[in-house]
């Protein structure tokens, strides 16, 4: 695939489609493959075919669980990215959290293309659509990644046998509008109403990492 670095993401966010999943279900195995690779060595009890039903039952109308996935101008899928209510399920303590962004996946040969941060723009103006003005999330890889696009560190954790660093990013309800070539895939009229959940008690949005435990 031909590098379009030169041109700087915000063109790359215009010649990729972000979609939702459920509007292309033939690539419901193709991104469950990917999830699968990348991470399923995090989860040992379950399997690629429970992966992937659980993303072919993410919401076909608005509401969460969601996944989008970035499609080229041809058609090829190039990554994805969903947002869910928990993901994080053996630590009940997250569970005042949320929604959770999950899943962010750029296909090695699409890297450092752009896809990723157009992904992470197309998640936020989603939660902006559902009214959702928090999402959290939690990496052991990528947290500079999420830092540049204006994640903040909320506090630094161990999960299923990594040290994660669980991030939160605050969304402008008024994010809404989409640029030229990213599709709206949403009806105002089913959003749901999601109350957000403040932060819990003790839990300060901390520029200074802190433990869970
Ligand atoms: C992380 C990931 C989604 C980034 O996608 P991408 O399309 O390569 O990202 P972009 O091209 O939009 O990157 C934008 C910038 O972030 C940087 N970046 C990419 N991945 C990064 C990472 N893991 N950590 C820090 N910075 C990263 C890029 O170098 C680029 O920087 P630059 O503008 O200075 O050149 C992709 O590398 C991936 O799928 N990795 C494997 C899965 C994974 O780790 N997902 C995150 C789990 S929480």
Known sequence: M???????????EARVRIERLSEHPQL?????????????HEDPDGSLAEWTSRLREHAPDAAIPLTLVALSSNGTPLGSVSIVDQDMPERPESRALGPWVGGTYVVPEARNRGVGVALMRAVERTAAALRVDRLYLHTSTAKVFYERLG????MEDFYRGERVTIMVREIPLSVSSWRVGVRI??????LPNRPVLPLPRGVAKASEPRSLS
Do not use: K
């Open 2 to 12: 031909t590098p379009i670095r030169p041109d700087g993401h915000g063109s790359m």
């Open 185 to 190: 895939w949403y009806h105002q009229s089913s």
């Open 151 to 154: 994640w903040e560190v909320l």
């Open 28 to 40: 419901v195995e193709v991104v469950g493959r990917w999830h699968w690779d990348e991470w399923g």
